[in-house]
């Protein structure tokens, strides 16, 4: 799992399909933050909290035109990493990091304005 100040709305995280590839999914952090607790997601990205014999666990599910696959975390892991994440940017703090009037332009005009 990967979090980066600069994106601070997503979380990223990467599995390892072969020897040397790596898929990398992206997504909301508060997606990743509700399915801690509650089933949370519609579509290609859907997060649950479960149980099983070894303990509480989050279960990840990805879909795309070329396959789907479900994913078990360790709860603990996932808590430990979205309180590393908040300590870096706080939730509710996101806006603050964003110039959403530099990343508008990039949307409009397909780049930065001079």
Do not use: K, N
């Not at 990398?24 to 479960?50: C, I, K, M, N, Y």
């Not at 149980?51 to 990805?62: D, E, N, P, T, Y």
């Amino acid at each position: 799992m990967r979090y980066e100040p600069a994106d601070p709305y997503a979380v990223s995280i990467g599995f390892r399909t072969g020897a040397d590839e790596v898929v990398e999914w992206t997504f909301a952090r508060q997606l990743l933050s509700d399915g801690v607790r509650r089933p949370a997601g519609d579509g290609d990205v859907q997060v649950w909290p479960a149980a099983q014999s070894g303990g509480r666990i989050v279960c990840l599910s990805l879909s795309s035109p070329s396959g789907h696959a479900l994913f078990e975390m360790p709860r603990s892991e996932v808590l430990s990493f979205l309180r590393r994440t908040y300590s870096v940017v706080p939730l509710g703090g996101e806006s603050e990091v964003v110039d959403l009037d530099a990343e508008l332009a990039l949307l409009i005009w397909g780049g930065p304005q001079t």
